[in-house]
């Protein structure tokens, strides 16, 4: 008897464990440190929280423009093979849309989140602060948005009113087409 | 006993034939066998020559350890689109007129990347999980793969299908135009597991979802779709995702449209509104005629397509065929499939395969006798809540030419007398 005994808490103690409830805790995973999260904590939504310290101007934005945006986006902004940045103002209800930074972006924190984030395209995450804000001033003023004498930072950006910011419908409104299943002698596409 | 007898003397007779043949083969004629046998016979691998492929062994065991499709469907393959100036920031199309059934093999899912495929070390893989949380949370893929698996069957389109289509029939093929489609059956842990981990604080209401890639692609996911079917996979058909497909991670939101899903998922930023990134304002949006736009359009509606006979294929004689296709809802189950020979005049009822699941392709068929004259082909989709497959016209007449994005119109392939089928707009 004793033996017995003996075995089953040997069992309990190195034996099969226990079959756990649906929707406990798994104790898998571990705390992300501040310092892990602020390395990857890269985006900036339109309240502009994350934008990071530093600054830049137009005239800065254009050099930077040049050495790494011009080549896939024309000197203009509406050249390029890539992206067409610059323009198409007024053109979003018409038989040809022309859809740009100036012409149909609603946030300009979110030119400074894709410019870091993915540009410039064969060197993704490169850029400085103050080159990103430089650029997206640039952009900007090619757009007609902010003056030459403009400087960007962490405070100003997020306060920028882009022309197209209240042009987006939400939530969707589909279904918003209303067919019915005829089966016979039925009117057809046009 | 008597079994043996007779299997050693098919062998013994076999090895008799091949070292004939070969002795012959190499001694007086310069031609393979094959063509030595149809010289003789008159009539090659073809009845009632026995086949050479069955004269001789085959290859051994693992040529080559991870298999191959035969070497005669070397042609269904993805091909790429001429539309983007890059082929890293770009899309390739499955061949779904050379497919069988509802799963998309995982070398033929469809492509879209927007900075290229990254090569992925899964040691060095991490998702982070963090924002409007009681912990925020770092996982490995070693300790991803320890929570609950699920496992579902479930179709991924891009938003982008069929964009050419709206003005006038450009594709050849199914693949040109339904080819940004696929199926595939994922495995992985539900999102709601991991958030639970975490403790999502109760105002939040939106995810970001982060790649890897160059792009470090971003969308803002809803909680309520986090919370209800979202998984965050790390198998595609009972092996690890492909890279193209985001090894070794992804988000898989059925029903969703395609770039919200995203690939080499590393990071989960839970807040109480959308982020507004590139893809879902300048990207991903709807350009409706007064110049207003839609933005999170994710739900892909119900939409169907004639797989076979389809643009490209040519119908050899009159006869029977049996249609066969697609079908699909972001809304859950098809419930329906009619199908017309005419155009749309008459319509009826095509067989589903089931069981059918929701938010996964469903095939249907339906058999046909073709009598040699012009047909037009089309199919019409009907999901569990009610919703129609409308004509390209009707969806025109509401959201005019350019929304770029979810066409999800009746599909019209044309036969002409000579069998011959396009895409054409009716």
Redesign the interface.
Known sequence: MYKTIASIALLSLVGPGMVMA??E??G?????TDK??VG????????GEGLPDGSGSVSEGKEVYQAQCLSCHGADGKSG???RLVGGNGT??S?S?T?T?GS????A??LY??VH??MP?HS??SLSPDEIYAVTAYVLHLNGIVEEGTTLDADSLPKIKMPNRD???????????D????????K??? | MANNNHTDGQIERRQFLKRTLGAVGVASLPLPISQALAASNGGGNLAPNVPEWTLTQGEPILSPPYGQPSRFEDGVVRTPTDLT??KT?SWSFTPLQDLNGTITPNGLVFERH??GVPDIDPEQHQL???GMVE??????MA??K???QVSMKRFLECSGNTLTEWKQPTGKTVQDTHGLLSCCEWTGVRLS?LL??AGVRDKAKWI?A?GAD???M?RSIPMEKALDDALVVYAQNGEALRPEQGYPLRLILPGFEGNTQIKWL??L?V?D??????EE??KY?D?????????????M?AKSVITFPSGGHTLPEKGFYEIRGLAWSGRGKIT?V?VSTD?????TQAKLEGPVEPKALTAFRLPWRWKGGHALLQS?A?DE?G?????????I???G??SVY?LNA?Q?WEVSSDGGISNV??
């Open positions: 649906q929707n805790d798994y898998l995973g571990r705390e992300a892990e999260i990857w904590n890269i985006d900036v939504p339109p309240s093979q890539m992206d979003l209800a038989g849309p859809k930074v149909y972006w609603p946030y924190t979110t989140d894709y984030r993915a395209f993704p995450q042009g987006f419908v939400r939530p969707d409104p589909r279904p918003d087409v067919a019915e299943a005829c089966m016979s002698d039925c057809t596409g046009k | 100036p890059t920031s927007h900075g982070m999980l963090h912990k925020p949370m770092i996982f490995d300790e991803i320890r929570f609950p597991t639970r981990a970001l982060e160059a792009a470090a971003t590393r990071r930023e807040s509104a959308p982020y507004m990134t590139r304002t300048s949006t350009l409706m005629p007064d110049g207003s736009a839609r933005q999170f359009t994710f739900v509606e329906q009619d155009g749309g005049r008459n319509w019409r009907i809540t919703y129609v497959q409308p004509t390209l016209q009707a969806l007449d509401v959201r030419l350019n979810h009746i019209t707009h009716v």
